[in-house]
Each structure stands twice: as structure tokens, then as C-alpha cells.
């Protein structure tokens, strides 16, 4: 398979852009309607681009006919409560599959690491297109918080915290990292998150604002790190017996 793809982006997985002034827009997010869904934590969705239009969030390949992470139908009642979010979310001017503004309750460093997953947003994209990858933005100021990448599910090594205080922009190819939010709270994490084609409009929307890869983590104690790491590998051992019980039951 040969799709099209970015090349900063893909030299390392993600990109950071400029951060936007976020303070000086009102704050659309808290005008959508959500639904509840339950993705990496505790969190409710509000669309803004669905399959079909519709207050509802599942994946397209989810539909009839199903189709891959591309052409989102924009849905009026949504968009007109938050027009600085849907232009923003329009900006690169490439093809938009999802677009939500996710909400998440605090997590742990554990939560997150126990929630680390890849995304399917390249299921059933042809060949030869361009490679889906997901704008992140953070509406809230949540500077303590980490958007959590690892290349490898289990390896600390391959670990990149992305901090998220207000106005923060990156794009990530979340179908290649494990990936999951530490929030560390108190109050609900707000971000829109948008499915974008690569290709040479978001190259040209990557080079307008900036991007680069050139992150360092900010230190995290090897203790806490091992300590997560453990209490990670006991609640899956929990979770598998709990399931082999109920099996067996
Ligand atoms: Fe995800």
C-alpha cells in the first residue's frame, strides 16, 4: 500500500504548529450538544462533521455503505453555535472526516497508559490517496496535561508528552502511536479533534504555521514511570481473569 503523506509529518509521527491565541475567541465548546461515548477515559463528544450529518460519532466505516474517515458532512445546528472552531477545522482546506470537540474528565498517568490505543482512521482509505492523520487543539488551558504518544505500547522509551495548555496545536498520525490523554484535572479537558487528508494542502497549512517536531519531554521521575508501568500490566491481568470468570460463569 503507498498513500500520500506529509513528509515532516511522517519523519516522526507528529508535528507541533504555532500556538493559537485561543483566549481571544469565545468559548464555543461549551454551546454544542454531546452525546456520551466512551472512548480512552470518561468523555462525551460533541460533532461537528459526522458520516452523515447526524449528533452521533461513530466511525464511517460504521455506516451504510461504510466508507473510511473522509468527506464529514457538516452539521448546521452544530457549526452555527461554534463558527471559530469550524473555521479553524476548515483551514487547511483539505478533505475533513471527523470533527469533534471531545471532553474528558481528569485521568492519571495510569488511566492514560491503561487507555493508550492506535486509531483506525485509515480503514478502508484507498491506496494511492492521502494518509488520515488527526488535528489536536486545545481549547481549555490545561498546561499540567499531556497528550501521550508511544511507537510502542509497552516501552517508556518510545514515550513523547505533549503538553496541552491553551491554544496548543499538533497534528499526530494516530493510527501509527499508541496514544491516550493525562489530564491532570480538575476540571473536564476540552479539544477538537479533526481527521484531515495529507497531502499538499496540509503541507502548505503545516509550513504557514510553523511546524516542526523538534520536541523534548519535560522530565518525569523513572519511579513514577515504573510504578505506572506496573499498575498498567496488573489491571490488564486483572481485566483478562475477570473475563476468562465471566467466560467460564
Ligand atoms: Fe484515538
Given amino acids: 500500500m503507498s498513500y500520500i503523506k506529509s513528509a515532516l509529518l511522517d519523519e516522526k509521527g507528529f508535528v507541533v504548529l504555532d500556538r493559537y491565541d485561543q483566549a481571544k475567541d469565545p468559548q464555543e465548546w461549551f454551546d454544542l450538544e454531546y452525546v456520551n461515548w466512551k472512548s480512552s477515559g470518561d468523555t462525551r463528544f460533541a460533532p461537528l462533521a459526522s458520516a452523515e450529518g447526524n449528533i452521533e460519532v461513530n466511525g464511517f466505516w460504521h455506516h451504510e455503505p461504510p466508507r473510511t474517515d473522509k468527506d464529514g458532512v457538516w452539521i448546521e445546528s452544530q457549526t452555527s453555535k461554534a463558527p471559530h472552531l469550524t473555521r479553524r477545522a476548515q483551514e487547511p482546506g483539505?478533505?475533513?472526516g471527523r470533527c469533534r470537540v471531545i471532553e474528558l474528565q481528569p485521568t492519571s498517568y495510569v488511566d492514560a497508559l491503561y487507555n493508550l490505543h492506535q486509531d483506525d482512521n485509515n480503514r478502508l482509505n484507498p491506496?494511492?490517496?492521502g494518509w488520515i492523520v488527526r488535528g489536536f487543539f486545545n481549547l481549555t488551558d490545561d498546561p499540567d496535561s499531556y497528550l501521550v504518544l508511544r511507537e510502542e505500547r509497552y516501552d517508556p522509551a518510545t514515550e513523547i508528552r505533549l503538553p496541552l495548555p491553551a491554544g496548543s496545536q499538533v497534528i499526530v498520525d494516530t493510527q501509527?502511536?499508541?496514544h491516550a490523554v493525562w489530564h491532570a484535572g480538575p476540571a473536564p479537558r476540552y479539544s477538537l479533534i479533526t481527521s484531515w487528508e495529507s497531502g499538499p494542502l496540509l503541507d502548505a497549512y503545516i509550513e504557514k504555521h510553523h511546524g516542526h517536531n523538534d520536541h523534548v519531554n519535560a522530565?518525569?521521575?523513572?519511579a513514577i514511570i515504573d510504578e505506572a508501568q506496573d499498575a498498567v500490566q496488573r489491571r490488564l491481568a486483572e481485566r483478562?481473569?475477570?473475563l476468562a470468570e465471566k467466560r467460564r460463569g
Avoid at 522530565?219 to 523513572?222: G, T
Fill in 176 to 178: 501509527r502511536f499508541w
Fill in 127 to 129: 491506496d494511492e490517496t
Fill in 94 to 96: 483539505t478533505n475533513v
Fill in 219 to 222: 522530565p518525569l521521575d523513572d
Fill in 240 to 242: 483478562a481473569a475477570a
